[in-house]
């Protein structure tokens, strides 16, 4: 009973298997001997033709040619089963895949009678698997191609994966790196603390990010992003961590170089503060070196800017020390103008003169690198020292940070140079480089503030050159330059420390001495005289100059910088109107004086252009010294003022041109003395002609000769009615205008008289080119003709002049009677002078020539000597 039941089990059992599973009998050489519904509906079998096909028939043409094949039939007639995933081929070539099992089925001896195959159909889940596979080839494709560093590790922190991109950026494989932290691996800097929290986040299913500098297997650096994502398991819990780490070197090093550095020039940080920044993010970004930034000046000079970490002692060592071809690594390099790397300092010959400097510091090798400027030259070098010599290497890291600091370090000494210069034209004297006048007031007012504070005098020196206008004039402007260059060179040899020195304008130089006692400013001032007036070579030419000073004392002569200027400015002039070369120190005579000039200066600016006739014209009569008859007359202005009474010619005339007012009083003169001559001769008096002296400034105006003939025809007179008296320093006036409008004047047919000739700058080549028709010989001749010979000889020579020049010569001041005989004895043919008629008002002179029927020579006991005409 039980054995019948444990068949029908089995054929229970058989019947159920029979209905879900495909199953098949092959005999041992592989013929079908058998196949279920299902297996037929498997392979597309019709259940005739089922028993006409073999195993072979359902395999594809690759596994028949393989080795592989007959060893899995040969290994079922030896009894071994075999089982797998097998691929078959159906009736209609349609290929399926099969989790296939094959048993050897055995007879009562142990024999294999045949073999038994159960299959089920996988061919979804096998295609499913391939393109899983297919996807994760792509991805590990994308992943090795990629230049991100990827790194997959588990749970415990240790490295699984990395694929090839972490390969290329660090060096390692995979084998040398599977089962290690990455961070003890690429971040041995960072903390214990940081792991802790690091894995505490991933724990927590939070992903990392952090920007931070990594370290690859030859030492080499980056800046990464790194990002690291936890993956979970199907609990939840945290499996494996894929982190990505992507180079950002270069564009931190901008961001973090640039940003700071440029937001440090922006608020207008110093150049040294600057550059000191850079090295220290530099040395922050890569320990193993020590950054220096060195200045190579126009002349070829280091100049130490910034090394934070290198000892004072050793840069200022360095000051100074000329570029060249065996000069360490910096100066080689801007000699050279290319990087220089120097492996061993102690064995390098470019260090010979300089390893001992650096060496006891612990410094072995140096890597330099030119700064080159705008044009392309040297301004500086930027240098890495080295420690260790291993660590001396072209690496790209490296090599960013080089290029990126020397491109800051330029633009930084670039703006330098560029506010430097801005500030040279700002405060500085272009030509001397002396501080120009805002600067010269701001030190001299912060030397002001201290010696109040310290209770100390200050001597201000106001210097004006000699004669300068001369040599500009003589010799031309370049010369001139020359001169003030060399001036201004003299001036700050003789400056101490706490003085300075500028130059104001033209040739006026100003000196601030500090702590100046009367025995100091004495000492500066003479090594300044004997300075100025050594042997000077300019071009070809030498000379000698020298300066007229004027000084004023800080507190007793002002207590601020513009009231000493001006007093030390006006002590000046007195000492050039003392001789020149001569030194003056201000009083307060001098103030006075001073005082009183301005007002006089005021008081003559509103005569001239008052109605109230303070300014008027008096008339010295001319004479023929051989009829004794008028020859014309010279207008000579008188200043009457109102509570200042007569102020004398020789007082006002100078004031006139010192203050600009000539030119105004020479065109006053000219239409007065026309107007006084047309009404003389509408009351019938025969005044044959009117002089009036013009300085040289009156001809620098080209509208002259349109406004002398404006004023001859207003009043109906001839050109030749007026004549014009010029003074012989309009020989050496360089105004392009000068000459023109003289010609321009003698066109117009009004006489030229050249006035007190034979004193100052007489040539013959300079009386050549000027159109005058008449001389006047100056007083000072005349006044020693009784008792000098020499005198005698020159009226003589000057009356030759003038007669081989067909030119009238006029004899001045004459005042004796012997004087009279013996100019008229030597030929001269006019004269005038206090012997004939003192300078007369108008009305005067119309009284005179009425009652003189011919003009008498007066008694030289009548001559007023007191009231000359100068």
């Not at 360089?734 to 000459?739: F, H, L």
Request: charged share 20%; net charge negative; glycine share 6%.
């Amino acid at each position: 009973m039980g054995e019948s039941e444990d068949v029908h089990t089995q054929v229970t059992r058989f019947k159920a298997l029979d209905r879900v599973m495909a199953l098949a009998e092959f005999d041992l050489d592989g013929r079908l001997l058998h196949a279920n519904p299902n297996y037929r509906q498997l392979l597309q079998l019709d259940q005739t033709a089922s028993l006409a096909v073999a195993h072979r028939d359902f395999c594809p043409p690759a596994l028949l040619a393989s080795a592989a094949y007959p060893a899995m039939w040969e290994r079922l007639r030896n009894g071994q089963a075999f089982s797998g995933e097998v691929e078959r081929v159906r009736s209609d070539g349609s290929r399926c895949w099969l989790e296939a099992t094959y048993s050897p089925a055995l007879d009562e001896h142990g024999r294999v009678t045949h073999v038994v195959k159960v299959a089920s159909d996988v061919t979804d889940r096998h295609t499913q698997s391939l393109a899983h596979q297919a996807y994760v080839e792509r991805l590990a494709l994308v992943a090795d191609v990629s230049d991100t560093a990827i790194i997959i590790s588990d749970a415990m922190s240790r490295i699984l994966f990395v694929n090839r991109g972490f390969s290329r950026m660090f060096g390692w494989s995979l084998a040398e790196v599977q089962g290690r932290a990455p961070i003890d691996l690429l971040a041995p800097h960072l903390s214990a603390g940081f792991a802790e929290h690091y894995q505490a986040a991933l724990r927590a299913g939070e992903p990392v990010v952090r920007e931070e500098i990594v370290v690859g297997k030859n030492g080499q650096r980056y800046w990464s992003k790194v990002l690291s994502n936890p993956v979970p398991d199907g609990d939840g819990a945290w499996q494996y961590t894929v982190t990505t780490l992507t180079d950002i070197t270069t564009s931190k090093m901008h961001e973090v170089l640039q940003r700071r550095v440029l937001e440090a020039m922006a608020r207008d940080c110093p150049l040294v503060e600057v550059l000191e920044m850079v090295c220290e993010e530099v040395e922050r970004m890569a320990p193993e070196v020590t950054a220096s930034v060195l200045e190579v000046d126009a002349c070829g000079k280091l100049h130490p800017l910034a090394s934070p970490c290198l000892p004072a002692s050793y840069s200022m060592q360095l000051d100074g020390v000329p570029i060249g071809p065996c000069v360490g690594s910096c100066g080689t390099a801007a000699w050279r103008n290319e990087p220089v790397v120097v492996h061993d300092i102690a064995s390098d010959p470019l260090w010979q003169d300089f390893k001992h400097l650096i060496l006891p510091l612990g410094y072995t090798a140096c890597w330099s690198t030119p700064i080159a400027g705008a044009e392309g030259k040297p301004i500086g070098t930027f240098a890495f020292y080295y420690r260790d010599p291993s660590t001396v290497v072209a690496s790209a890291y490296h090599q960013r940070l080089v290029d990126t600091c020397i491109d800051l370090c330029a633009l930084a000494l670039e703006r330098e140079k560029a506010r430097s210069r801005i500030r040279q034209l700002a405060f500085y004297d272009g030509l001397t480089g002396l501080p120009n006048r805002s600067l010269l007031l701001a030190r001299a007012e912060q030397v002001l503030t201290s010696a109040t504070t310290n209770h100390e005098r200050v001597a201000v020196l106001f210097v004006d050159l000699d004669r300068f206008k001369q040599v500009n004039d003589s010799m031309g402007h370049p010369v001139g330059d020359d001169l003030l260059c060399a001036v201004a060179e003299r001036i700050k040899l003789v400056l101490r420390n706490g003085d300075t020195a500028g130059r104001l304008s033209g040739d006026e130089f100003v000196l601030v001495l500090s702590e100046g006692d009367a025995e100091q400013v004495g000492q500066v001032i003479e090594r300044l005289q004997e300075q100025l007036s050594a042997p000077l070579t300019l071009g070809d030419t030498s000379m000698v100059i020298s300066a007229s000073i004027g000084v004023a004392m800080f507190p007793d002569d002002g207590r601020d910088m513009e009231t000493l200027l001006h007093r030390a400015d006006m002590a000046m002039y007195q000492a050039k109107s003392a001789g020149r070369g001569r030194v003056s120190f201000f009083s307060s005579e001098m103030n006075r004086l001073a005082q009183e000039r301005l007002a006089l200066e005021k008081a003559l600016r509103e005569a001239l252009h008052s109605e109230r006739g303070c300014l008027h014209l008096h008339y010295q009569p001319q004479v023929d010294l051989k009829t004794g008859s008028l020859y014309g007359v010279e207008a000579l202005a008188r200043w009457t003022h109102p509570t200042l009474g007569m102020i004398a010619p020789a007082r006002f005339i100078p004031l006139a041109e010192e203050c600009g007012l000539i030119s105004d009083l020479g065109r006053w003169a000219l239409k007065e003395a026309c107007s006084q001559l047309a009404q003389w001769r509408a009351q019938g008096l025969e005044v044959p002609a009117v002089a009036v002296n013009l300085s040289p400034s009156s001809f620098h105006n080209l509208d002259l000769p349109r406004m002398i003939s404006a004023t001859l025809d207003c009043h109906a007179l001839q050109p030749q009615d007026l004549t014009l008296e010029l003074t012989e320093s309009i020989l050496l006036d360089t105004n392009p205008s000068t000459m023109q409008t003289i010609h321009a004047v003698h066109a117009s047919g009004v006489r030229l008289s050249m006035d007190d000739f034979g004193t100052g700058y007489s040539s013959l080549s300079y009386l050549r080119r000027l159109p005058v028709s008449e001389l006047k010989l100056d007083r000072s001749f005349v006044s020693d003709l009784e008792h000098d010979e020499a005198a005698q000889a020159l009226s003589r020579a000057i009356l030759g002049i003038g007669q081989s020049l067909d030119l009238t010569v006029v004899a001045e001041g004459v005042e004796t009677q012997v004087q009279h005989v013996m100019l008229r004895d030597q030929g001269y043919p006019v004269a005038q002078g206090y012997l004939f008629a003192q300078p007369m008002a108008p009305q005067d002179l119309a009284q005179w020539l009425q009652t003189q029927s011919h003009i008498a020579p007066q008694t030289a006991e009548k001559i007023q000597h007191k009231n000359r005409d100068c």
